[in-house]
């Protein structure tokens, strides 16, 4: 519940914003509804509050929120515009803001990001957000453009009002302290930078590098270079945003010696020119970075010129465009003539932005610290609305701060003054009044009378109190707190905690002002306006802040009215969570310190103070004795509580220090160097860093007793309340209503203080009353609620911890007197809700615990502590990081307060926050969370503990959160974990209130208020067996724990020594001896032994224990032995449940283990033969398998193995319960209620036939047919009906079984699905009850049927599940099995084919050929010359006595050699048997290929290797140890470049070479076809033997004989046997027509007169061809020419047919030629050459 305040502090309202760019960035953003109803910090409560975990903004509706959440954690990328944009996204954007980014993260500028959700959020968050930014080291707008151009722009004061922060500036003397200030208010110097003209220089990056220098990465102002930074501005042109720096006092860090505030105008101040003149008046020095600056630019410059108290130029112009200069309208001659100081005209052209950084910063330190006037944003702010700018604080704000005023009215006199006139309740007579009643209890306790001296005390003080009237300021104070108008009352609220927060730091700080020494040297710089921005060194700060009462803004009274009607019409909307987020400030305030007090905190020597800024270690020690100066003061001030019993208050009595009083003159009171002085120094780190100067600011502002907080005046309104109880009737009306009150602030995040530490005492009846006005407000449902605790000591800063959490603020009690219990409400989430079964989470802050080491103040932190433990369901106890010497002391108090509650009821679930990771912190860490495990172990009765009894232990989460609390000032970075811390301490939280709700029922309001009764009434009798003042028992009792612990690991370190044996003898049993009964009685006997192991041991652990308790007599042995056996107890059945379990894995892991080995071995021997089937396959069919054939193949094998592998049994799962509520829902559904009774016989015995009878039918239906053979027929035919739908339901359970599934509930809804619709099908007059008993005779069947296939599946279901899991796994590794071998299998085939199988038959065939020439020369001797093959041939020719072989002889004498050749080669070849031959030299080349892959092998077993170079191998082994010739080729090419297993390679290949040699032992069995067997031959037979007796080719030019001469290379040519003419066409010429011509006529007569012509025509012919010899013996041999002439005669007749022409005329004795003389001339005409 929340109100949302849609009213800012200004009284004007706002107008929804035009159609306009900048309207659009808000529309992009989501923010569009917030600009008429603002964001208010209810809103965090869902954007941070409840967010556990640091989420990426996925669309940019997403970027204000990330932004927020991202802020409020303190993340240093809060600022980032970057999101996971969708493509739809992007596509609807404006294309101009993504423009040159495409699908970039970042659409839109991180500077617009931050601009609109400050103009969508109301003050209180604006100025919640600029806290956290300038804790993140960011800039904070501080004029902020108003979306609509018309409107004025508004300047925000109020959000800088919280700011505050320490810096130490480097003065000497008295000026070197820290100091303390707030944003709005503070002296310092206003440094403004604007940008006149282009310029290619980073303005806002020169300012990192001023404001941060060049060794720190923080980017305080965004610019183009950051993320998203490129991107156009298209809202925040106009904004003028700021940056604190602050000095830290170390001069070799700091960059400048004072504090300063750096402003940025966002774009070009030509356009901005009101802004322009504001920051003229405002700045103490005016930067302007100058580009080319055109005519209108340098008019502007100079008319500003003079309105800026210091003026500095930045020239950034072109140089190549020298009349546009800057120097060329302002140079170094005119320097003078403007007034400028020299220097104040920077080049800056040819610089980057860290070089001119440096440069700016040496011209602003010759300038600092007294060079330049002081102002303060507060006067900025008056000047601004004169100049017609909208300041945010209004009409209401004024109100109340005027309201503010009159409430302190009179405390410039002092606090201690004004609690005693104005706040009196809460002074001595309420501390003994609570005194009293606690001796009163204890003595009612022990049954004693009540002393009467007490009692007249006691009615003395009540009559005292009686009188009390209500004081002027708490009257303002509840008359504004009843204000009906509640922005007004947050308005009064949050300025009354700043306003005393600023009062305080005013009295801490000195007198004079920072800078009063140098304040009047600056008058001369002052603007025209300097009597408004003078503030005297001694004005204080009510003379400073008097504009906010005293002002006179013109604000119409029709405005105000109108804003105080509509803030009375919204205030009746109670929601929680509103105002615990509207207080502003962070309460970090300081205590007033007195005069002399001060002089022995800061005041040095002065030569100590020169070393301190040499030596910076110097400087931190002498801060630390400081330090231990004012402890040892503190130390020696007696104990203030005053016996005097007077009713009203004196000065000191209230045990708080005074400005005046005795004890500053007390010469006991001087400060002296203690041994503690020299232990802490021993203690400092020797590291010269920032840190200690932390340390210097922390120290440096003790609490002051007599400081005063908001929380003050809640206390006293309570205790006004409370005294209508003591004096009944007295209270008025209104006081009657605070309770009302009270419950409105709580509802608003204002905490309500449970106890008062300050007294220690409860006031009970104004609790009730305000938890009973809560309860009536709540809903009745909404009641339930969780208490969260924060616990840590009074430097602990438990406010800021619980602020970074949840958002809330309680009282700080770390630099003022605030102690005690406070406590708010926050209204869960529903998400939140469920988890947690609570409705409200209260959280209860401790502050000011173990402040003070006094007896008094000891007993009240105790009873503070106990109380707080004793109300938590979940107790954060806060670790701090500054323990040091208190360290006993608050340890000892968290202890008892864990002991005592531990004793008085249940213990809250504890969880441990350290601040940081320093030895102290983490042993202080490991002390408490062992403690709070010991005690949050439930004690148990060990005597009645049996199996059903169990411990319950919560173990502590420990978190280390590096907060930005320890930081004192803002120039100290935050941890870049610190988001991360935040967000993981948050989860263990609401983890730990999880595990609440798991351990108990959340309680109402009235539960709690009894509990604290409860409680309270506990501590006041001190009930417990641990007094209030004991430290001894918590010491001991930590020191046991630590003791036990050590006990504890070695104990555990032996079970798990243990248990690794056990798990050795677990996995020794065999896989193949594995059976369920031995590994299942192996495990029994195990687990026996370890319950025995762990017994022997814990009992050990409590013989140590006892021993223990007997020798320290601290420990009372009955109060804690039960804790601790309690502990051990649970200790040993936690042990024993965890071996118990871990044994059980082991077991389940061994034979999970076995199992699935044992399925892998079954499914991989499955694949196995499914892949040699499809290798085999795929090797014959040359078909390659798609992967859709592949997994079929698999599939098959899957189920196979599957459906055979013996599954482990497990637990039967009865199907039977799950079938009867299927069919109840169906028959429900059907109308069909009154059969749920035939239910009750699914699953038992049952008929295997379902029967039809006569109810089945109704009554008109068996009427109307009780004459046709008594209904007879009509059952005949439902009975078919049920047997079809029967055998359906049959061949349904039939394919259901052989599917590799486990039954489903889908099953049985089919099943009967498909009896209604067979009924539908078939229209018969029947009754529901036929289809009810036959479903419920289907559903018993199933029952039997699919209980078969569940059993099936229902064993080993985590085995089946795991196995199902990686099936697509195997089947991968199936497919690529397959490839890999099919790839391996046809990379062999390949090989073999076109390397193996070619160098074999080569091998085989090439040595053949000459094999058979030698035979055939060898047998016949016509082939050993080349006339002897001529013989042959005509003497074959003669004896065949053909007529065509003549012809062919004669016209193709080439191609008739060869075919005879060939005749001769096929004959021969016929009668040989090359079988034999072939088959030897095939085992040969088949044995040197295997002995040369073999050798190749050697080495490469199972390793994946290219192919390529080893087959180069394999063929060069052959070749060199074979002398065989490979044919290689196809090795050239990539072919073969692929890697596989080369083992698997060679199987195959050796495969496929046996296979080929088979194959080829076949073939060479086979009848030889010689045809098939020459052309195998590499050398052919004939083709060789015709090349040998071929002889010369030339023929004879006249008869065409062929050349006879054998001489290789002759170049004459002869011819034996010519041929006559008659052989040849006539158109040949022939040596016949000549020599035969005469002797043809007359046979031998005139033989010498032919001989003499025959001569006469070769001489002739000699001429003619002289490379051929004819001589006349050849024309006349009658020998050689016998066989022609033979010839002729035989064939004359032939001759002239094929020639076409006349027989020749041929003598007769030619006819008379027998064939055996034509032979034998043949042969004497051979034998004669």
């Known amino acids: 519940m929340s109100v949302k305040l849609s009213k800012r502090l200004s009284s004007k309202k706002k107008k929804p914003p035009k159609n306009n760019a900048q309207a659009e960035v808000l529309n992009m953003l989501g923010l569009e509804a917030f600009w008429t109803t603002p964001l208010d910090p209810a809103s965090m409560l869902d954007i941070s509050t409840w967010t556990l975990e640091n989420q990426a903004p996925l669309e940019l509706k997403d970027l204000p929120n990330a932004f927020l959440q991202r802020l409020w954690l303190l993340n240093p990328d809060s600022r980032s515009p970057c999101c996971k944009l969708s493509h739809d996204i992007l596509n609807n954007a404006n294309k101009e803001i993504i423009n040159g980014f495409g699908e970039s993260q970042c659409a839109v500028n991180p500077l617009d990001l931050v601009t609109a959700v400050f103009m969508s959020a109301n003050t209180f968050l604006q100025q919640e957000m600029t806290v956290r930014m300038m804790q993140c080291q960011f800039a904070v707008p501080l004029v902020l453009p108003n979306i609509d151009p018309e409107e004025p722009s508004q300047f925000l004061l109020w959000p800088l009002r919280s700011v505050v922060s320490q810096w130490r500036s480097h003065f000497p003397d008295k000026h070197s302290k820290v100091h303390e200030g707030d944003l709005a208010s503070t002296h310092m110097p206003m440094l403004s930078c604007v940008k006149l003209g282009h310029c290619g220089v980073s303005k806002s990056q020169v300012l990192n590098n001023v404001i941060n220098g060049l060794r720190s990465p923080r980017e305080t102002f965004l610019h183009r270079g950051m993320d998203g930074g490129q991107l156009p501005r298209r809202l925040s042109n106009g904004l003028v945003e700021i940056g604190w720096y602050l000095p830290t006092g170390d001069t070799t860090r700091d960059i400048f010696p004072v504090p300063m505030v750096i402003s940025n105008l966002r774009g070009d101040a030509s356009t901005h020119e009101k802004y322009l003149s504001l920051l003229c008046q405002v700045s103490s020095a005016l930067v302007v970075f100058c580009g080319n600056l055109r005519e209108k630019e340098k008019q502007l410059l100079a008319s500003y010129k003079n309105m800026a108290s210091k003026l500095i130029l930045i020239d950034l112009s072109d140089t190549e465009r020298n009349e546009n200069r800057v120097v060329g309208f302002v140079d170094q001659n005119l320097e003078l ?47 601004a609305e004169e100049q017609g700018f909208h300041v945010d604080e209004g009409v209401i704000c004024k109100k109340a701060m005027a309201t503010v005023e009159e409430v302190l009215k009179g405390l410039d006199e002092g606090s201690a003054q004004f609690r005693e006139k104005q706040l009196p309740l809460q002074g001595s007579l309420w501390n003994k009044l609570a005194e009293i009643e606690k001796k009163e209890r204890k003595q009612r306790k022990e049954g004693q009378e009540i002393n009467t001296q007490l009692q007249k005390e ?60 140098l304040q009047t040297e600056n008058n001369d710089y002052m603007p025209e306006h300097s009597d408004e921005l003078k503030n005297g060194a001694d004005d204080d700060l009510g003379d400073s802040d008097s504009f906010c009462t005293d002002s006179t803004f013109e604000d119409e009274q029709t405005e105000e009215q109108l804003v105080n009607s509509e803030l009375q019409s919204s205030e009746q909307q109670f929601e929680i969570g509103q105002e615990h987020i509207l207080q502003m400030s962070t309460e970090t305030t300081i205590e007033p310190q007195s005069p002399q007090k001060e002089d022995l905190e800061y005041t040095h020597d002065p030569g100590t103070e020169q070393q301190s800024y040499m030596m910076l270690n110097e400087n931190e020690v002498q801060g630390e004795e400081s330090f231990e100066n004012k402890v040892c ?32 003159d007390d010469p006991g009171l001087t400060p ?35 400081s005063l907080g908001l929380e003050h005046f809640l206390r006293e309104m309570g205790l006004i309340f409370e005294l209508t109880h003591i004096s009944p009737g007295s209270g008025s009306q209104n006081v009657l209503r605070l309770p009302s009150l009270a419950t409105d602030l709580l509802l608003y995040g204002i905490p309500l203080e449970l106890m008062d530490g300050d007294a220690s005492n409860i006031p009970i009846h104004w609790l009730g009353c305000v938890f009973a006005e809560l309860k009536r407000r709540l809903p009745q449902e909404q009641r339930r609620t969780r208490v969260l605790t924060n616990l840590g000591v009074h430097h602990a800063r438990n406010a800021e911890v619980l602020s970074a959490l949840f958002g809330v603020k309680f009282p700080e009690g770390r630099k003022r007197s605030t102690k005690g219990l406070y406590m708010v409400t926050l209204c869960l989430p529903d998400n939140l809700r469920k988890d947690m079964e609570c409705d409200f989470l209260l959280l209860i802050d401790v502050e000011g615990l173990c402040s003070d080491n006094k007896r008094n103040t000891l007993i009240c932190d105790n009873e503070m502590a106990t ?33 005592r509650i531990q004793e008085y009821g249940p213990m809250p679930i504890c969880q441990l926050l350290v601040q940081d990771e320093g030895l102290n912190s983490i042993l202080q860490a490991s002390q408490l969370r062992r403690v709070s495990d010991m005690l949050q172990t439930e004690t148990g009765n060990r005597e009645t503990n049996n199996a059903d009894h169990h411990y319950a232990k919560t173990t502590s989460c420990t978190t280390c959160v590096k907060g930005p609390w320890n930081n004192m000032s803002l120039s100290e970075p935050t941890d870049t974990k610190y988001s991360e811390a935040v967000l993981k301490l948050k989860q263990n939280l609401f983890g730990a209130l999880k595990k609440c709700a798991a351990k108990s029922e959340a309680t109402g309001l009235p539960e709690f208020m009894r509990r604290l009764c409860a409680i309270w009434d506990a501590v006041r009798e001190e009930s417990f067996s641990i007094g209030l003042q004991n430290t001894d028992i918590a010491l001991a009792f930590s020191l046991m724990c630590t003791e036990l612990s050590q006990w504890e690991d070695s104990f555990l370190e032996h079970m798990e020594s243990w248990l690794m044996g056990a798990t050795r003898k677990i996995f020794a049993t065999k896989a193949k001896t594995l059976d369920p009964v031995i590994q299942n009685g192996l495990l029994s006997e195990l687990k026996d032994e370890a319950r025995a192991e762990v017994k022997t041991e814990v009992d050990k652990l409590r013989s140590k224990v006892e021993a223990s308790l007997m020798k320290d007599d601290t420990l009372n042995m009955n109060t804690f032995k039960p804790v601790l056996m309690s502990n051990m107890d649970a200790l040993q059945e936690q042990v024993t449940e965890e071996i118990m379990q871990k044994l059980e894995t082991v077991n389940e892991t061994h034979c999970s283990s076995t199992q699935l080995e044992k399925f892998e071995t079954l499914l991989e021997k499955e694949q196995e033969s499914k892949l040699k089937t499809l290798i085999e396959n795929s090797k014959s069919t040359k078909v390659l398998l798609q992967d859709a054939e592949l997994e079929e193949e698999f599939e098959g094998a899957w189920s196979k193995v599957l459906s055979n592998f013996d599954f482990r049994p497990s637990e039967m799962d009865d199907i039977t319960a799950r079938v009867t509520d299927i069919l109840k829902e169906n028959l429900i559904k059907r109308g069909l209620q009154k059969h749920l009774k035939k239910l009750e016989v699914i699953g038992q015995n049952q008929s295997s036939t379902f029967y039809v009878y006569d109810e089945h039918f109704g009554y008109r239906s068996r009427l109307k047919h009780m004459f046709e053979d008594n209904n007879r027929l009509q059952r005949l035919e439902a009975q078919r009906v049920a047997c079809s739908i029967i055998e359906d339901y049959q061949q349904f359970v039939a394919d259901k079984s052989s599917s590799p599934a486990d039954f489903s509930d889908s099953y049985i809804t089919e099943v009967l699905e498909n009896v209604e619709k067979a009924l539908r099908e078939k229209s018969m007059e029947i009754k529901s009850a036929f289809e009810v008993d036959l479903k419920v005779y289907l559903c018993s069947a199933a029952c039997q049927d699919f209980q078969k296939l569940h059993d099936r599946y229902a064993k080993d279901r985590e085995l089946l599940t795991c196995i199902s899991a990686t099936k697509n796994t195997y089947l991968a590794e199936f497919i690529y099995q397959f490839r890999k071998r099919d790839q391996c299998q046809r990379m062999a085939q390949t090989f073999t084919s076109m390397v193996i199988k070619p160098t074999v038959l080569d091998y085989i065939y090439r040595p053949l050929g000459m094999c058979i020439i030698e035979e055939i020369r060898g047998k016949a001797p016509q082939y050993q010359s080349r006339r002897a093959f001529h013989q042959s041939l005509l003497e ?101 470049s692929i890697t596989t297993e080369w083992d698997r390679f060679i199987t195959c290949l050796m495969e496929l070479l046996a296979a ?151 003598p007769e004795a030619w006819k008379t030629i027998t064939k055996e003389e034509a032979l034998n001339s043949l042969k004497e005409a051979f034998l004669s050459d």
Request: hydrophobic letters at 35%; a negative charge; charged letters at 25%.
């Open 1556 to 1706: 080929m040699r088979l194959d080829l032992a076949h073939e060479f069995s086979q009848k030889l076809d010689i045809t098939q067997f020459l052309q195998c031959l590499p050398i052919q037979p004939h083709d060789s033997l015709f090349n040998r007796v071929k002889g010369c080719d030339k023929q004879c030019p006249l008869c065409g004989a062929p050349c006879e001469l054998d001489e290789m290379g002759h170049e004459v040519h002869r011819a034996l046997l010519h041929r006559p003419k008659g052989m040849l066409p006539h158109n040949s010429c022939s040596l016949s027509d000549i020599s035969c011509s005469g002797s043809i006529s007359e046979g031998n007569l005139g033989l010498s007169k032919d001989t003499d012509d025959a001569s006469r025509a070769c001489r002739d012919l000699d001429s003619l061809y002289p490379d051929w010899s004819i001589s006349p013996e050849d024309l006349n041999s009658q020998t050689s020419n016998v066989y022609w002439r033979y010839v002729l005669a035989r064939f004359n007749e032939r001759f002239a047919r094929e020639y076409k022409q006349e027989p020749a005329k041929i």
């Open 672 to 706: 002296a160097k203690s041994d503690s002085t020299s232990s802490v120094q021993q203690h400092m780190s020797p590291d010269v860093s920032f840190e200690h100067h932390e340390v210097s600011y922390s120290q440096s502002f003790e609490h002051d007793p007599s």
């Open 1436 to 1536: 074959e020719l003669i004896k065949e006595d053909c007529f065509e072989s003549f012809l062919e002889y004669l016209h193709s004498y080439d191609n008739f050699r060869l075919r005879k050749v060939q005749e001769t080669v096929v004959a021969h070849l016929s009668e040989l048997n090359l079988d034999k031959c072939r088959q030897q030299r095939l085992g040969e080349i088949v044995g040197k290929f295997a002995a040369a892959v073999s050798k190749t092998a050697e080495g490469t077993n199972g390793v994946l290797s290219d192919a390529k170079p080893l087959l180069e191998r394999v063929c060069l082994t052959l070749e060199t140890d074979g002398d065989v010739d490979v044919t290689r080729a196809a090795l050239d090419g990539p072919l073969f």
């Open 458 to 517: 006691k009615k003395d003080i009540l009559v005292a109190l009686s009188s009390y009237k209500m004081t002027p300021a708490m009257k303002i104070f509840t008359d504004a707190l009843f204000t009906t108008d509640k922005v007004e009352r947050t308005c009064f609220l949050s300025w009354m905690k700043l306003k005393l927060k600023l009062m305080q730091i005013e009295k801490q700080n000195t007198p004079d002002n920072l800078f009063a020494t």
């Open 337 to 383: 003539d403007m007034g400028l100081p020299r220097g104040s005209v920077l080049q800056g052209g040819a610089l980057s932005e860290e070089e001119l950084g440096n440069r700016l910063c040496d011209t602003l330190k010759d300038l600092l610290p007294d060079k330049l006037k002081l102002v303060t944003l507060e006067e900025a702010a008056k000047l």
């Open 633 to 664: 003061f503190e130390e020696q001030i007696a104990d203030p509580v005053s016996e005097n019993q007077n009713s009203h208050l004196e000065p000191g009595e209230n045990g708080t220090l005074t400005w005046q009083g005795k004890q500053q």
């Open 867 to 899: 109380v707080a433990t004793g109300l938590s369901d979940v107790l954060m106890q806060n670790i701090s990081s500054h323990a040091g010497a208190d360290f006993e002391t608050n340890f000892t108090v968290i202890v008892n307060a864990l002991l």
